[in-house]
Structures are given as structure tokens and as C-alpha cells.
């Protein structure tokens, strides 16, 4: 399996993998892709709301400080600033833990495939965000692809250059600070779309706190659920 795990790595260009001996193909892995689970402990850092808050706030004023007169966005854009929003409540501060897939943050965002991808790339140029792409066994016995692409691990950081934005941290322009709740509000409405057992893990985190919340909301969910069967069969008897 190794032999094929590493076949599939040293796949063609941009690290995907072609057709295999005899011609069958092999599951697309992208190249330095990191086995699920070996790689991310040491890389993720622990975090805590004040950093977090100062990683976000960085990211504006630098989009605000290269934004080009007449253009609309900065070197990041604003797809890419709704992306970091999310991130941010995301991210696990006890352990750095961050990794939603793409389709996921997709969906949260109702953003195409490509105006994600971009913002990703977007903030990792500007250092922002960096991450590893992983991949993890399908489970395949015999025939079949024996690996497949994961959700990347991400890691919110803070560059040099848009930190020293924050010395001194005059009063926000009245057109950020109506950004800022803009985007707060946007970030309310995502999280009005979340069920109780998601909502949970979010304002939380996905240890045992979060965990026994969100029972506690699927518990909710499916006793008013069955409240509201109840009720319509009452009616239409």
C-alpha cells in the first residue's frame, strides 16, 4: 500500500496522479499532500480571542491601506475577508485546530468555488493564512484507490507588515467601522442558518463542553420538531 501511496504522490503535473501500470487509474492526491492526523499537532499553534481579534483587524487596515483610488477592493478583497471572518470563529483556541473543507466554507459563504480558492490564495500571499493539504486512506481492500484528498489544515497568522498597522491602534475611518459591522451582521445571519448542535461547536469549541451543547440542542430540536408533528396532526384530525 505504501508503494501505491507513494505512486500516487509523485503523480504529474501539480501533483496529480495519472493512470497506473496496466492502465488503471489512480485517485487525484495533490503533491506534498501529508497523511491525515501525522502532520498537523505540531503545526497548528494555540490561540486565544485578543490574537484572533488583532489577526482580523490587521487584515482590514492592510486591504484598506492597498486599496487603489477608484478601486473597489484591496490587495485581499472582500470575499477574502468574509473568508478570514469565518475562519477566525472557527478556529479551535485551545489547540489551533482549523479544517473546513472547501465545499463547507462554500456553502457558509454561498461564494463560488473559484472567489474561494482565490481568497484563500489570497491571504496566504499575504500572510494571513498558510495550510497543508492532506489526504487519508479510502479503506479500499485490493482494487480501487487506497488514498484520496482532504480537507487542508489551516493556521491564521499575523504578518509583520500588517501588524505594525495596529501600532498605536488609532480610531477606525467611519467607512471600515461600518465595514466591520457590516460584516458582523453577515457573520450573525451565517450563524442564524447553523442547527443548535452546530451552533454549539462554533461559539464554543469541539471539546466536551461544545459536545454536550450541541446534544443538548439536537435533544431541543427534536422535541420541538415533535411538538410541531403533534400539533398539525391535532389540527387536521
Not at 5 to 34: F, N
Request: hydrophobic residues 35%.
Amino acid at each position: 500500500m505504501m508503494r501505491e501511496i507513494g505512486a500516487v504522490l509523485d503523480g504529474g503535473p501539480g501533483g496529480h496522479a495519472g493512470a497506473g501500470r496496466g492502465g488503471r487509474a489512480r485517485h487525484p492526491v495533490r503533491r506534498g499532500s501529508r497523511l491525515v492526523g501525522t502532520c498537523e499537532g505540531a503545526w497548528w499553534r494555540r490561540t486565544d480571542r485578543a490574537e484572533v481579534r488583532r489577526v482580523l483587524l490587521a487584515a482590514r487596515r492592510y486591504d484598506l491601506a492597498g486599496r487603489r483610488p477608484g478601486r473597489r477592493n484591496g490587495p485581499l478583497g472582500h470575499v477574502a475577508l468574509e473568508v478570514l471572518d469565518l475562519l477566525a470563529n472557527l478556529v479551535d483556541r485551545r489547540t489551533g485546530r482549523l479544517d473546513p473543507s472547501l465545499a463547507w466554507l462554500m456553502g457558509r459563504l454561498k461564494r463560488s468555488k473559484d472567489a474561494v480558492v482565490r481568497a484563500l490564495a489570497n491571504l496566504r500571499t499575504a500572510g494571513f493564512l498558510d495550510w497543508l493539504r492532506r489526504y487519508e486512506p479510502t479503506g479500499c481492500e485490493g482494487r480501487g484507490p487506497q488514498v484520496r484528498q482532504t480537507s487542508s489544515a489551516y493556521r491564521l497568522s499575523m504578518p509583520p507588515r500588517a501588524a505594525r498597522l495596529l501600532i498605536g491602534e488609532p480610531p477606525l475611518p467611519d467607512d471600515v467601522a461600518q465595514d466591520l459591522e457590516d460584516r458582523r451582521q453577515d457573520l450573525a445571519a451565517v450563524k442564524a442558518g447553523l442547527g443548535l448542535d452546530e451552533l454549539a461547536v462554533v461559539e464554543v469549541d469541539d471539546g466536551p463542553l461544545g459536545r454536550a451543547l450541541a446534544s443538548l440542542g439536537r435533544h431541543v430540536q427534536e422535541r420541538e420538531s415533535a411538538s410541531r408533528s403533534e400539533y398539525k396532526s391535532t389540527i387536521y384530525k
